[in-house]
C-alpha cells in the first residue's frame, strides 16, 4: 500500500489499482505540488471535516472521477446537494466499499462546512480509517489529543497525524497521540502550509523517539507500506 502526501493534509492511499483521496484541498492550497487536474483516477474522496483546507476540491473531483464523496452524513448531504455523489457515514460507524472499508471516529474541533451560508450542513468533524488490501490508515482529521484515539491502539498500520499546533494538535500532543494508538508507521501532516501554524517535524521525531516509525515527507513524496 501506498501513501503520497499532496501538501498540508492531503493524501492519495492506493493498492492494486484501489486508489482513495483523503482531505483534497489542492486549489489554493500553497503546499500542494499538483493541481486537481494531474491525479490519477480515484474511487473515492474520504473527508474529515468541511473546513475548506480539507473539502477542498471534493465536490468538483468526485464529478470529475465518477468517485463516491465519503463523509459524516451532514458534509456529505452538502457535497451532494452541489452535484457529488455521495456515501453519508456517522462517527463510529464502518461500511465496507468495493475499494475497502472506512470507518468514521471521534475528532475534535469545528464543524462549519466551507461555502455553507445557512448553516445548516455544520456538522462534527471526524477522523478517517480507512483498510485498503489489509492495510489500515487512521487520518485523524484536525483534532486536539483525545482519549478517544486508545480505541484503535494496535489497529493501525499507518497514522496521519497533524503537528502544526493552534487549530490542531502540536508535536507534543500528537506524539501523545502516536503513544494512545501505537502504529507501526506515522507521517505528519497540517503543518508549514501557513506562517501560523509551522512546525519542527525533526522535534515530532525526536519526541516519538522508538514508538513508531516517523516518516517526514514534502509534497510529492510517497511512503509505501510493505
Ligand atoms: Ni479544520
Ligand atoms: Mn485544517
Redesign the pocket.
Known sequence: MKATFHGHACFVVERDEKRVIIDPFLTGNPAADIGPDQLPRLDAILLS?G?G??LGDAVALSKRHHAVVVATYELAKFCADHGATTHGMHIGGAHQFPFGRVKLVPAF??GQVEGDKTGSYTTN?CGVVVTIGGKTVYHTG?TGLTLEMQLLAGKIDLMLVPIGDN?TMGVEDAARAVEFVKPKSVIPMHYNTWDLISADPQEFRRLVGNRAAVTILSPGESYTLS
Open positions: 471535516h473546513h483546507d480539507h474541533h469545528g468533524p484536525d487549530y
